[in-house]
């Protein structure tokens, strides 16, 4: 026994369920060890929604099986197993110890919290890059590097370059533009409805999952029942040959619509599994373009979905890794207002605040346009803490991990980088909704009004914005004509919604759900 060599520790997280990764290539099956573990740190360091709990426990749990049927020893340690240590740094220490391990191979983490720890913990690590990005962090500094501004537009005409994705045979945009965003934003017409949302039946892996999660973490907010999320490589597969079937042809008009009982429209619902490894971006890449070259779907539906992954998903991820741990703390605006209450219910008469809402909390998903325009936009209007919001979409979605949600909810939500992602705020009022919902139809305020009691909350509240905000914004070109509109009014109307505006804030710091 002392002529064997000590096995090297490789260590797969929650995020990283992918047969692709280097630390796989740099291991021996026949010496090594993986070791995956349910922690509770992980579990709890926000309020996880208990579908991404279970969506990340047991889709762990079904990779370590597939891993040993390739002939890996995993060590796999269960939240409830004895002498669980609760966090991955005191995982990976008793392991190392168990197995006398004297190298630790690991991919990069997904969040800088985890991996500072990680890199703080003096063990012997041997760092891998994670190739399931086409951008490394590296490459991506370099490309920041001398930049005054990181426009993700610029980034994304590169990264359509190097991958060689919907170009014409002399390197041109296909169609002749490298962006079809105008031909995104159609609202839903009336007798549109999206297709059938496929659903997979928990197996007992899955199933047992569940009841651990009902039992362990019945204080968080969201639903366990219902789970029918894909936990496999296969079923992931599968629900994006849906999305390809019967999606992707209507995505590119209506990705910005939002409709009553429509939680998931053309959308593909695959964010959740791509975010953990169950899906690789390259293919769904080619499968997307490949369907646009054959003629089954047309070109702005392939552009706008294959921008939303090689643009903006990389795009933020390198701007996390470029700007961490300072772009946590920023605060442009200086917001220090609570958030509401509702945001964990859904208990509010805003409609659309109380369908965006009551849908996450059921399904822990909601779309961009959801996130964006409406909850995001609430608390952008509202001045809610940056911190706050950012932990509320870190909990509640399913795809959520902080190199996505920070980058999204600090910068393009909440403007709170001053404009170091977005050249503007993305704020609106009432209107918009009405014009790309059908939501205002069924809600208690009168979205045509503003100062009245019955008016719109977010119509005072987005003149509120700017009016108290004009300092920092009104010399923003792209901010000129909204200005302007506001100059228009007369004194008595500006003077009317800033006092709406006033007394809806008051109400809200009073703990009224409005």
Same mark, same amino acid.
């Given at each position: 026994?002392?002529?064997?060599?000590?096995?090297?520790?490789?260590?797969?997280?929650?995020?990283?369920?992918?047969?692709?990764?280097?630390?796989?290539?740099?291991?021996?099956?026949?010496?090594?060890?993986?070791?995956?573990?349910?922690?509770?740190?992980?579990?709890?360091?926000?309020?996880?929604?208990?579908?991404?709990?279970?969506?990340?426990?047991?889709?762990?749990?079904?990779?370590?099986?597939?891993?040993?049927?390739?002939?890996?020893?995993?060590?796999?340690?269960?939240?409830?197993?004895?002498?669980?240590?609760?966090?991955?740094?005191?995982?990976?220490?008793?392991?190392?110890?168990?197995?006398?391990?004297?190298?630790?191979?690991?991919?990069?983490?997904?969040?800088?919290?985890?991996?500072?720890?990680?890199?703080?913990?003096?063990?012997?690590?041997?760092?891998?890059?994670?190739?399931?990005?086409?951008?490394?962090?590296?490459?991506?500094?370099?490309?920041?590097?001398?930049?005054?501004?990181?426009?993700?537009?610029?980034?994304?005409?590169?990264?359509?370059?190097?991958?060689?994705?919907?170009?014409?045979?002399?390197?041109?945009?296909?169609?002749?533009?490298?962006?079809?965003?105008?031909?995104?934003?159609?609202?839903?017409?009336?007798?549109?409805?999206?297709?059938?949302?496929?659903?997979?039946?928990?197996?007992?892996?899955?199933?047992?999952?569940?009841?651990?999660?009902?039992?362990?973490?019945?204080?968080?907010?969201?639903?366990?029942?219902?789970?029918?999320?894909?936990?496999?490589?296969?079923?992931?597969?599968?629900?994006?040959?849906?999305?390809?079937?019967? %999606? +992707?042809? #209507? *995505? =590119?008009?209506?990705?910005?619509?939002? &409709?009553?009982?429509?939680?998931?429209?053309?959308?593909? !619902?695959?964010?959740?599994?791509?975010?953990?490894?169950?899906?690789?971006?390259?293919?769904?890449?080619?499968?997307?373009?490949?369907?646009?070259?054959?003629?089954?779907?047309?070109?702005?539906?392939?552009?706008?979905?294959?921008?939303?992954?090689?643009?903006?998903?990389?795009?933020?991820?390198?701007?996390?890794?470029?700007?961490?741990?300072?772009?946590? %703390? +920023?605060? #442009? *605006? =200086?917001?220090?207002?609570?958030?509401? &209450?509702?945001?964990?219910?859904?208990?509010?008469?805003? !409609?659309?605040?109380?369908?965006?809402?009551?849908?996450?909390?059921?399904?822990?998903?909601?779309?961009?346009?959801?996130?964006?325009?409406?909850?995001?936009?609430?608390?952008?209007?509202?001045?809610?803490?940056?911190?706050?919001?950012?932990?509320?979409?870190?909990?509640?979605?399913?795809?959520?991990?902080?190199?996505?949600?920070?980058?999204?909810?600090? %910068?393009?939500?909440?403007?709170?980088?001053?404009?170091?992602?977005?050249?503007?705020?993305?704020?609106?009022?009432?209107?918009?909704?009405?014009?790309?919902?059908?939501?205002?139809?069924?809600?208690?305020?009168?979205?045509?009004?503003?100062?009245?009691?019955?008016?719109?909350?977010?119509?005072?509240?987005?003149?509120?914005?700017?009016?108290?905000?004009?300092?920092?914004?009104?010399?923003?070109?792209?901010?000129?004509?909204?200005?302007?509109?506001?100059?228009?009014?007369?004194?008595?109307?500006?003077?009317?919604?800033?006092?709406?505006?006033?007394?809806?804030?008051?109400?809200?710091?009073?703990?009224?759900?409005?």
């Amino acid at each position: 026994m002392s002529g064997l060599q000590a096995p090297r520790l490789g260590l797969l997280l929650g995020d990283q369920l992918s047969f692709d990764l280097d630390l796989l290539r740099a291991l021996d099956p026949a010496r090594d060890v993986l070791l995956m573990a349910e922690v509770r740190d992980e579990a709890r360091y926000v309020p996880h929604h208990p579908r991404k709990i279970i969506l990340v426990f047991s889709a762990m749990r079904h990779f370590a099986e597939a891993l040993r049927e390739q002939g890996w020893r995993v060590e796999y340690v269960k939240l409830d197993a004895r002498g669980n240590s609760g966090s991955i740094v005191g995982e990976l220490r008793r392991w190392c110890r168990k197995l006398g391990a004297e190298q630790v191979h690991v991919t990069e983490c997904g969040e800088w919290r985890l991996e500072q720890a990680m890199r703080e913990s003096g063990l012997p690590l041997a760092w891998h890059r994670d190739r399931r990005f086409l951008c490394s962090r590296e490459a991506f500094a370099r490309w920041a590097q001398g930049r005054k501004q990181l426009r993700m537009e610029h980034f994304y005409h590169g990264m359509r370059k190097r991958n060689r994705l919907l170009l014409e045979p002399d390197g041109s945009p296909a169609g002749g533009s490298w962006n079809y965003d105008k031909d995104n934003r159609k609202p839903l017409p009336g007798k549109v409805h999206g297709p059938f949302a496929l659903a997979f039946k928990p197996d007992a892996i899955t199933r047992e999952v569940v009841a651990l999660v009902r039992e362990r973490f019945v204080d968080h907010y969201g639903t366990v029942e219902g789970f029918d999320y894909p936990v496999t490589h296969a079923e992931a597969q599968a629900l994006w040959q849906h999305f390809l079937d019967f %999606g +992707l042809g #209507a *995505f =590119g008009d209506y990705q910005d619509a939002m &409709a009553e009982g429509e939680p998931y429209l053309f959308h593909a !619902r695959i964010s959740a599994a791509l975010n953990i490894g169950l899906l690789d971006v390259r293919q769904l890449c080619e499968d997307v373009e490949a369907a646009w070259r054959r003629g089954a779907v047309p070109l702005n539906a392939a552009e706008g979905f294959i921008r939303q992954l090689i643009g903006w998903r990389e795009y933020v991820r390198g701007i996390y890794w470029l700007r961490m741990p300072e772009y946590a %703390g +920023l605060n #442009a *605006f =200086g917001n220090r207002r609570a958030l509401p &209450a509702f945001y964990w219910n859904g208990q509010t008469r805003m !409609r659309c605040m109380a369908q965006a809402i009551g849908q996450t909390l059921e399904l822990g998903y909601a779309h961009h346009i959801q996130r964006l325009m409406v909850t995001g936009n609430f608390a952008l209007l509202a001045g809610i803490e940056p911190e706050q919001i950012c932990q509320w979409y870190l909990a509640v979605y399913m795809d959520a991990y902080d190199w996505v949600e920070l980058p999204n909810t600090l %910068g393009m939500v909440m403007h709170a980088d001053g404009g170091y992602l977005g050249s503007k705020p993305y704020c609106a009022s009432g209107a918009y909704i009405r014009r790309m919902s059908d939501h205002c139809g069924h809600c208690e305020y009168r979205v045509d009004h503003a100062v009245e009691e019955d008016g719109c909350p977010f119509n005072a509240l987005y003149w509120h914005f700017l009016m108290r905000h004009r300092q920092q914004l009104g010399r923003n070109p792209r901010m000129v004509m909204l200005y302007r509109n506001l100059d228009r009014m007369k004194e008595a109307r500006r003077e009317a919604l800033w006092h709406r505006g006033e007394a809806l804030l008051a109400r809200l710091d009073a703990g009224d759900p409005l």
